[in-house]
């Protein structure tokens, strides 16, 4: 079955400093796509990447990057110089080749970050 | 942009009501899709549905049922409410036939739904 841990609940920083949130994920598919999607104090889940399973390329967008590693299992988010409104909820998800027609699309329980002026 | 809109962003209702949350997206998408989100839980799928009429069980269907009648439109309805129904409900939507299970989601602002 599929499953997606992020095992940081809570991560508080400073502004200005980097932060990784870690995202680990299990499945039996060889064929899945990864997301990670940012959920701000207003509540609405903003779309941040998606990324495939056989696109190990790692991603950079502005101050934001994705290291993905199947041998790990592994789709790490980094913030570079954070700031205060990077404080958000961050949430990955794996979604798999479904066994009948249907979505098979698992978040994780999130992980919120807080970015301290 | 896509966009997808919520009917309410605060809803109290009272036990046994008949409920209805509403969904529209504007970027004619053919998958639409209703969540909840609970503290610790994460965001759980009730129902999703990949066309006109139909629909398909999530994870936790019970005392939920679903509507979609056009494209754009996707209800979720609670057939007489419950206080362990209490929960911010989140509608998605996205692009793709077939493989769905590829396609990003685009939310909506999410409905608080009380039931005293």
């Known amino acids: 079955a599929q499953k997606v841990t992020q095992a940081q609940t809570e991560i508080s920083v400073v502004e200005k400093e980097d932060v990784t949130l870690d995202c680990v994920y299990e499945?039996?598919?060889?064929?899945?796509?990864l997301f990670w999607y940012k959920q701000p104090p207003s509540g609405e889940l903003v779309f941040l990447i998606r990324?495939?399973?056989?696109?190990?390329q790692n991603e950079i967008s502005g101050r934001y990057s994705w290291n993905f590693q199947k041998s790990t299992s592994s789709f790490n988010f980094t913030i570079t110089a954070s700031q205060v409104v990077d404080s958000a909820v961050y949430f990955c998800?794996?979604?798999?080749?479904?066994?009948?027609?249907?979505?098979?699309?698992?978040f994780g329980p999130g992980t919120r970050l807080s970015v301290l002026p | 942009d896509v966009k997808v809109t919520q009917s309410s962003r605060y809803l109290v209702k009272r036990t046994g009501e008949k409920v209805f949350l509403e969904c529209v997206q504007d970027?004619?998408?053919?998958?639409m899709f209703w969540y909840r989100q609970d503290p610790g839980l994460g965001l759980r799928l009730i129902y999703f549905?990949?066309?006109?009429?139909?629909?398909e069980k999530g994870d936790i269907p019970e005392g939920y049922s679903v509507s979609r009648e056009k494209k754009e439109r996707f209800s979720l309805i609670l057939e007489s409410a419950s206080t362990n129904q209490t929960s911010m409900y989140l509608c998605?939507?996205?692009?793709?036939?077939?493989?769905?299970?590829?396609?990003?989601?685009?939310f909506g602002p999410g409905t608080r739904l009380t039931v005293t």
């Open positions: 998605a939507s996205s692009s793709g036939t077939g493989i769905v299970y590829s396609y990003e989601q685009y």
């Open positions: 499945t039996r598919d060889t064929t899945y796509y």
């Open positions: 990324r495939n399973s056989f696109d190990e």
């Open positions: 998800a794996l979604s798999e080749a479904p066994t009948s027609y249907g979505q098979n699309f698992v």
């Open positions: 970027m004619d998408h053919e998958n």
């Open positions: 549905s990949y066309d006109v009429k139909m629909k």
